[in-house]
């Protein structure tokens, strides 16, 4: 198999790469983190220029038409800059419910807006009760003639204090728990009835609970079947672990150049502390766990697209669980070769810590994935 770049997506590699280091530093960031939105509008508009907002929609919908490679080399680069804009809850988890569950009319009316950035989207699904499992709704919806009616509350939505509207899994039937009876409706942030509270989370981005309280929506605001929804947010949820996996690597690898860099020029006893074995065998044993995550990433991103829900799903267990595990150690050695310096706000690399550990509970940490791979049988049939 190919694993080089075409020259399109190496066009697209470099290019963000530039933008971001040009204008995205680590002194950057921390401005755009006090402000009042906790991002920059200025690199949101950069993306949008950029067409990163249009990237994995199809031309006919209003996209460029970009698929989980593309999508994989924007969040490895967003990584490495550890980017606050919310394009993971836009394009990725919203996008995602607008390019696998909209209709051609619903694609129409929201595509172009998402592409040119006026747009801002979010995904309300964690409840307090409901931990790693999707299926553990407990909002409820109602139908009043052509529409529905949504109460309950939603925790942890990432960049939902910004959104302009929130896709919300809510339930139309059956018991929390059950794998039927779930719908996917697109609510507007300001609607009668919502309500929310914005907050930042500990590795700098922003997230916010929300609150329904019968909330009325109309009948094209519902994605998918509403009484059978559960494999739409499967899918959509199996892409954003993959584009999550791109972004880790991005932040491991950033990581790791940081305690290269300072291993150079960090002296004890007269010498760089470079020079000492255990420290060299420190950074080795980074860069292979950075190498492993590189490598299942590659894996998940050629799977997102896949059809087969059991295989797709084995693939994302696999990347995520190996991303919790390199992301601890790389962010571990990385912190302790620094000593107390890596533990400051001044200096990136807890940053990128933080960010990796955030990123490990999303959707499940190494342990949930670990648990379900392992019930699925492993990621290869050990018989074949």
Not at 21 to 43: L, N, P, Q, V
Request: net charge negative; aromatic share 8%; with cysteine.
């Amino acid at each position: 198999m190919d694993f080089d770049l075409t020259e399109e997506q190496s066009i697209l590699k470099d290019s963000l790469d530039r933008l971001l280091a040009d204008t995205y530093g680590f002194e950057e960031r921390k401005r755009h983190m006090a402000s009042a939105e906790g991002w920059s509008a200025e690199a949101w508009n950069r993306y949008a220029e950029m067409g990163l907002m249009a990237l994995p929609f199809a031309e006919e919908d209003g996209g460029i038409g970009g698929g989980p490679v593309e999508t994989m080399i924007v969040m490895e680069a967003l990584g490495k800059a550890l980017a606050l804009e919310p394009y993971f809850a836009t394009v990725i988890l919203g996008g995602g419910f607008l390019r696998l569950g909209g209709s051609a009319e619903q694609k129409a009316n929201l595509v172009p807006l998402v592409a040119e950035g006026s747009l801002k989207l979010a995904f309300a699904h964690t409840e307090r009760n409901s931990r790693f499992d999707l299926a553990r709704v407990e909002t409820k919806a109602r139908q009043d003639g052509d529409g529905w009616v949504l109460s309950g509350s939603k925790s942890v939505v990432l960049h939902g204090d910004c959104a302009d509207r929130i896709f919300v899994t809510a339930r139309t039937g059956g018991a929390s728990g059950d794998e039927t009876g779930i719908g996917v409706f697109l609510v507007d942030a300001n609607a009668e009835g919502v309500s929310r509270r914005g907050y930042a989370t500990q590795d700098g981005l922003r997230a916010a609970e929300l609150t329904l309280e019968n909330v009325r929506v109309a009948a094209d605001a519902v994605y998918g079947d509403p009484s059978d929804a559960l494999p739409l947010v499967r899918r959509v949820v199996d892409q954003a672990i993959a584009a999550l996996s791109a972004e880790a690597v991005g932040a491991i690898s950033a990581m790791h150049a940081l305690t290269l860099d300072y291993m150079k020029v960090r002296k004890q006893f007269g010498v760089p502390i470079g020079a000492f074995q255990v420290l060299q065998h420190a950074a080795v044993d980074m860069y292979v766990a950075i190498e492993q995550a590189r490598s299942i990433t590659l894996y998940a991103t050629m799977m997102a697209d896949s059809d087969d829900a059991a295989e797709r799903a084995k693939a994302m267990h696999a990347a995520k669980a190996e991303i919790g595990r390199g992301g601890r150690l790389v962010g571990e050695n990385a912190i302790q070769i620094h000593g107390g310096v890596g533990m400051t706000m001044e200096y990136a690399v807890g940053h990128y810590f933080k960010r990796m550990t955030m990123i490990d509970v999303a959707f499940g940490n190494t342990d949930h994935h670990m648990r379900a791979l392992a019930r699925a049988g492993g990621l290869f049939d050990a018989a074949a």
